[in-house]
C-alpha cells in the first residue's frame, strides 16, 4: 500500500527541492535531495546498508521544517476558547472544509428545511452573522474554500445555498471541484488559519462528528497551511459562479 504523504516544506527558491514530507499515518520523515552517488562518499557512511540510499539537504531545511519534538502534544481547546478566535483575530480568518458533509448541519433545523422546500432563510440576528458583519465591517476579512465532488452531496448542496447568508455580511465564501483540489494535492483536512499565525485544526470521526478541535502555533505547520490557503485561493471560485456550474450539471 502506497504511504499517505503530505508535504512539510522546503527552503528552495526555485524547483522545491530539497524537501521535507511526513507519511501521515506513521509520522515518519521522507528527506528528498540530492543522491549521494560517489563510490568515495558512500564508502564514509556507518551503519550504511545495500539497500539504503543517501541524500544531501541543508541544514537549514531540517532546522526549519523538521519536527521540533519527538512526538507532537496536542493543544486541545474547548468551543467557548475556540469560538473567541473570530472575536479576538486581528486581520483575517480562513478556513478549508473538505468533508463530504457534518453532521452539525444534519442536526440543524435549516437542513430540515433545505431538505423540504430547496432553500433556506437567513436569520440577521444569529451570533455567527452578527460578529462576522462586525469584524468585516472594521475592515478585517474572513473566508474559506469549500472542496465539492460532482455532483455535489446533498450536505454540499445546502451549504452552497446557505453560503448566500455568509456572503452577505461579508465572507468571501468560495469552492472547488474535489478532482482540482486532488490535482493541488490539498490535504484532506479542516481547519481555520487566524491571521497567519495560529491554525485551529478540525478533527471529525468517520460520522462527520467534530471530535475536538487542536490549536497548533509551530511555524513550520503555519506555513504550511498558509500554502496550502494560498494555492486554494488562487484556483477556487466565488460562491455565485460555483452555484452557477452545479446549476448547468443538473
Not at 70 to 83: A, I, S
Not at 184 to 193: K, Q, Y
Not at 230 to 248: C, K
Request: proline share 6%; aromatic share 8%.
Amino acid at each position: 500500500m502506497a504511504r499517505q504523504l503530505r508535504f512539510t516544506g522546503t527552503d528552495s527558491k526555485v524547483d522545491g527541492c530539497p524537501a521535507l514530507h511526513t507519511d501521515a499515518d506513521s509520522g515518519e520523515i521522507v528527506v528528498q535531495g540530492t543522491p549521494v552517488t560517489d563510490p568515495a562518499d558512500l564508502a564514509q557512511l556507518k551503519h550504511f546498508g545495500p539497500d539504503e540510499a543517501a541524500v544531501v539537504v541543508p541544514r537549514e531545511l531540517l532546522v526549519n521544517w523538521g519536527p521540533k519534538e519527538m512526538e507532537r502534544v496536542p493543544e486541545l481547546v474547548d468551543r467557548d476558547t475556540f469560538r473567541r478566535l473570530f472575536e479576538t483575530f486581528e486581520h483575517t480568518a480562513w478556513r478549508l472544509e473538505t468533508r463530504r458533509g457534518y453532521a452539525s448541519d444534519r442536526q440543524d433545523p435549516d437542513f430540515q428545511m433545505f431538505l423540504s422546500t430547496g432553500t433556506t432563510v437567513m436569520d440577521p440576528g444569529e451570533p455567527w452573522f452578527t460578529n462576522i458583519r462586525r469584524q468585516t465591517e472594521a475592515g478585517k476579512r474572513v473566508g474559506r474554500v469549500r472542496v465539492a465532488d460532482s455532483p455535489p452531496t446533498t450536505e454540499q448542496l445546502f451549504l452552497l445555498d446557505y453560503a448566500r447568508h455568509n456572503v452577505s455580511v461579508g465572507e468571501d465564501i468560495r469552492y472547488l471541484w474535489r478532482e482540482d483540489a486532488d490535482r493541488l494535492a490539498l490535504p484532506a483536512e479542516d481547519f481555520w488559519l487566524f491571521d497567519s499565525r495560529l491554525v485551529a485544526l478540525l478533527h471529525f470521526d468517520d460520522a462527520d462528528n467534530l471530535l475536538n478541535i487542536e490549536l497548533i502555533t509551530e511555524p513550520a505547520e503555519v506555513v504550511r497551511c498558509s500554502i496550502v490557503r494560498d494555492a486554494a485561493m488562487h484556483r477556487a471560485v466565488p460562491r455565485d459562479q460555483f452555484a452557477e456550474q452545479v446549476a448547468q450539471t443538473d
